[in-house]
């Protein structure tokens, strides 16, 4: 892997969420995104979802580089708290190292919109694993660059989340999509990103139209052979939203891949 | 630290939990008496006292689900949806969701009596290779359902028992001492413990910038190291505040330990439960 990935298989996810990042000091990443139309939500902002997949990315990315030599990483839970729906951008994603474990590492990732004072926008805490990949963990040029901008996007506009991911309602309560390939990320099962717009998806779908302002995400499995369905149960209400409790499930898998405890609250 | 653990005088006898654990080790269950010392001027059980019971129910599971191998607490979250009140017991239903080769992940659903939600936990884990001090698996699974002796019981409400120090109540920043009673197996202040630190820095912090007597009805709790020495201080980062609800970072330090960073929690306090 070089240091401008412009074009490798499974980086669609990135390229689609338009993060940018620089490695400024020793393992503190800062990505950059611009807050496109095709990432907003019904409210105007940039979807929850996505933000979660900012902060995995850039989160994730800082972990990996935390874990080298010995190894690589792997998402294992994510939480993240939104504090402002309404966004100018650009996004800045800051990641710095809290802890390097013998087999975790922890990253705390913040989103501030540039474009409106800095604000801070989503606050979080990534948790992931160290393994070793088959071939090895992958080679760096540092101070890491990456740009995973979408190459020839000013010409065609990209489709909005729901429509990009192919997502479908399934009753009152769940939101399911296929495996796509563009979906997958670089080690062949659905993009973690993906994975949480699906439950803010369902979150959404199980309110009326709820705002994903809080989650809480374990990856339990991967997904590798779809369809991926999030379904989604309402706890209990109270004077911040509803707390829903969401399962993700590979159905032709049948095993549970995700739990997620999610705070939707009301967009009116 | 006592060399019997929990000594006679131990937060894990005084909150009188009782366990049952299924022999299969993939699940079991836990139940707290709620009484007046564990709850908010709002009635109902602090969300601390609720994650103290979490962390016990869970980390006894997950040691069985890892077994040979050993394990360290990675996170903990917790959801508060409905209020135990005085006179009731709250029963803790802890499940694996994953064992593997280097994390177990457990949910704890949290219940009343009339089998309503309460809320509902998360904790996770990492797989250690096993050393010699750590207890064994079986005597936590073959162990008395209680720790409870007769005479157990707080005698002081919660925060009163861990002396807290409110340092600046405005800023959230509170001095907790590290004393025996509130020590793990590890002789490091509990899990549940550390929760509680964090809510009642994080609940003061938001009621003085939204002017609501708000109380902490989720919480993130993410271990990075152990409070061995003390006091444990917080540090308050309000990040946003709505009518009715507000959210907060709170980072604990050991203060004795030069200021090591133990952990960082994000709490959400609202106007509380129904």
Redesign the interface.
Known sequence: MNEREDSGAGRDVGRYMGVSMRETDELHLVGHAAVATHLRGPGGGVRTGALLTMLDNVGGLGGGLAALPDGWVVS??L?A?V??LAHAGPLRIDSVL??R????V?T?VQIRDEGARDT?VA???L?S???VPENGPPQWSRPLVLDTAWQGASTQPLPPIREWLGARTVGDDSVEIDLAAELRNPWGILHGGVVATLVDLAAEHATDGGWTT?V?L?F??PNRVGPVRASARV??????GH?L?VEVRDVGANR?TA?A?V?AAATA | MAAVYPPDRHLLRDLRFTFDHDADGRRSRAWMPVVTELCTDLGHARAGALATLVDVIGGGLAASAAAPGWIATADLTLHLVGAARPGSTVEARAEVLRAGRTTVVIEVALVDEDDHDVGIATMSFAVLPRRDTNPEVALIRDSPPTMAAPDSRLARPLLDELGVDFVDRDRGIIDVPVIDWSLNSMGAIQGGVVATVAEVAAEQALRAATGEPLVVTDLSVTYLGFGRVGPVRSDVDVLGTGAGHGSARVELVDAGAENRRMTVVHAVATRGLG
Do not use: E, K, P
């Not at chain 1, 474990?101 to 975790?104: A, P, Q």
């Not at chain 1, 706890?235 to 911040?240: E, N, P």
């Open positions: 294992t839970n939480t708290r504090v402002a809290l802890r474990g013998r087999n975790n922890v705390g801070l606050s979080g805490v948790t694993a160290i393994l809080d809480v374990h339990l499995a706890l209990g209400r109270r004077s911040d707390v409790r549970t739990l405890i705070t």
